[in-house]
């Protein structure tokens, strides 16, 4: 059973560019999360989506940032216009269904370098 | 909001022997659940153990073990004859039962096996 397919696994963009990260949840995986995880600090929280709905984004900066996760394909975080404070570690998790008995596998993450 | 803290940046141990990594954490909330996640240097994120919080014991997995004290709000990690497999950064984290179920992120601490 493959686990969280996370793509690319390094991302290297020039200011002003678009970064688009891909994650693959596990199979049956209908809940996927979001986190950013910057140089010496912890994961943060971005976005949680469900299969066509976003459920919270309460972690996602206003500007630049868009999350989807369409019927069909991988969840999709979208940068726009990357700055320099964008590099990070993007990492997604996903799980079969809401509630604690399930929880989220992580993927292996995409490290985003902005020069 | 919840908050996570883990007040030790770093620590070393030797082989063979025993660590205690401490967390504590806020809430207001009475139904949740607390994890211990490990990032080694390939940056993957491997839960280690998970405990709800409506268990009063402890969770033990192989030479993991948690020593979860309620009204304190902490929740600390014992590794047992460590090994140098076991050096890593160790991720604290809290989610609230109901919601959207997000993680909260201690900073982490920095575990060093010595051999």
């Known amino acids: 059973n493959a686990g969280v397919m996370q793509n690319p696994r390094h991302l290297v963009r020039r200011r002003g560019q678009e970064a688009r990260l891909r994650c693959s949840p596990m199979?049956?995986?209908?809940?996927v999360y979001w986190y950013r995880q910057l140089p010496e600090e912890g994961l943060k929280f971005m976005v949680y989506?469900?299969?066509?709905?976003?459920?919270?984004e309460s972690g996602m900066p206003k500007e630049r940032f868009s999350a989807e996760f369409p019927k069909e394909g991988p969840s999709i975080l979208r940068i726009q216009q990357v700055v320099r404070g964008d590099s990070a570690a993007y990492f997604c998790?996903?799980?079969?269904?809401?509630?604690?008995?399930?929880?989220?596998?992580f993927g292996d993450g995409t490290r985003l370098s902005i020069l | 909001a919840q908050t996570v803290t883990q007040s030790q940046p770093e620590m070393s141990v030797q082989e063979a022997e025993t660590v205690t990594l401490s967390c504590t954490y806020d809430t207001s909330e009475n139904n949740y659940y607390l994890f211990w996640y490990k990032q080694p240097p390939s940056r993957q994120m491997i839960l280690v153990i998970r405990q709800e919080a409506y268990k009063q014991q402890n969770a033990t997995e192989n030479r993991f073990s948690v020593n979860f004290q309620k009204a304190a709000k902490s929740f600390s990690l014992k590794i047992s004859d460590s090994q140098l497999g076991d050096t890593a950064m160790y991720f604290c984290?809290?989610?609230?039962?109901?919601?959207?179920?997000?993680?909260?992120f201690g900073k982490g601490t920095k575990l060093t096996v010595n051999p």
């Open positions: 998790a996903s799980s079969p269904l809401k509630g604690s008995d399930q929880p989220q596998h």
């Open positions: 989506l469900q299969k066509e709905n976003i459920i919270d």
């Open positions: 199979k049956g995986h209908s809940h």
């Open positions: 984290a809290f989610m609230n039962q109901g919601g959207s179920e997000k993680l909260v």
